[in-house]
């Protein structure tokens, strides 16, 4: 299935509900983010009135990308305001929201506050175009 710029509706595969998206704030598939973006579509926003955001907090060893890893992990879930279905996860690595050269000037880095990217797994969405 090709994903195109042009307009689509996004449901739950699990419940069928609407779940407004916007294609508006799609991101381009060829966009790099430090989480990935393999199996998924990124949104830069979402109508809250469709998801509940669940805080996870785990204490375990996981891996990122092949050299960096961690024991806590802290991320958002996005579940569908209807039936609870996890749809995808929330990511602070979207675009500066400054134009802040860096700590020390040494370039963009973790001290510069990020965008929230909302990460939604393909497999979670029904993806019908409009017409």
Avoid at 5 to 10: C, E, L, M
Avoid at 24 to 41: E, I, R, S, V
Avoid at 44 to 60: G, P, V
Wanted: proline share 7%.
């Amino acid at each position: 299935m090709a994903y195109t710029t042009s307009s689509s509706i996004y449901s739950c595969t699990q419940c069928g509900s609407n779940l407004n998206l916007n294609t508006f704030h799609l991101y381009p598939p060829d966009t790099y983010f430090d989480a990935g973006n393999k199996g998924t579509l990124s949104f830069s926003a979402i109508d809250s009135s469709k998801f509940r955001l669940k805080t996870e907090d785990k204490i375990r060893p996981f891996f990122e990308t092949i050299d960096y890893w961690g024991i806590q992990r802290k991320r958002t879930r996005i579940l569908c305001n209807s039936c609870g279905f996890l749809v995808g996860y929330v990511y602070d690595d979207g675009p500066p929201l400054t134009d802040s050269p860096g700590q020390f000037h040494f370039g963009p880095s973790q001290v510069i506050p990020r965008a929230s990217r909302y990460r939604f797994k393909k497999k979670a969405l029904r993806i019908t175009p409009q017409t």
